[in-house]
């Protein structure tokens, strides 16, 4: 009877230890690799929606041209931004809003992800070269979308990314990667 009862209190031990072990995993990912972020506003759409809760990649990331970021909320706004990387440190970035076309070192992007082409150019002048240790960022939703194009952003800082967006992981029925 002691042996059964020392038994049960050893398997509820290595139950505790797994569990422990497994939060404070859990604990460490969200801390250092990995965070959640709510989307507020539709300068993303199509791409994303109000209230999408994102997962995103926080270390070990340098921008890349085409990624979905999510920046410090240090501008006016106090909240994190979302917002796609166009152009990286030493590229040039030209918008024109006659043709709606948006170019980075002399070539047209081809933006199958944008709600409508893009009609505002901004405030900046063009073309700019975006400065070393900068990003140049827009929303998908152009026309509705205040970001690099307005002086009140204009280029980045990158290390004002918190992440790269990896996952759209609420609501459900939009699981997944972001593209």
């Not at 917002?83 to 980075?104: A, L, P, Q």
């Amino acid at each position: 009877m002691k042996k059964d009862r020392n038994k049960a209190n050893q398997d509820l031990l290595e139950w505790y230890d797994a569990l422990i072990f497994a939060l404070l995993v859990l604990v460490l990912t969200f801390t250092f690799a990995v965070r959640v972020v709510a989307v507020s506003g539709n300068s993303m759409e199509p791409t994303l929606s109000w209230n999408d809760r994102l997962l995103i990649q926080s270390n070990f990331y340098t921008p890349a041209r085409g990624d979905v970021v999510v920046l410090d909320g240090y501008i006016d706004w106090g909240k994190p931004l979302v917002k796609r990387v166009i152009g990286c440190e030493g590229d040039v970035v030209e918008v024109d809003g006659e043709t709606g076309s948006v170019y980075v070192n002399g070539e047209r992007l081809e933006e199958t992800y944008i709600a409508e082409t893009t009609l505002i150019e901004g405030d900046v002048a063009y073309p700019l070269t975006v400065p070393e240790g900068c990003i140049f960022v827009m929303g998908d939703n152009r026309n509705h979308s205040t970001d690099s194009r307005f002086s009140s952003v204009g280029c980045v800082d990158s290390r004002d990314v918190l992440g790269r967006v990896l996952l759209r992981i609420f609501p459900v029925s939009e699981f997944g990667r972001i593209e």
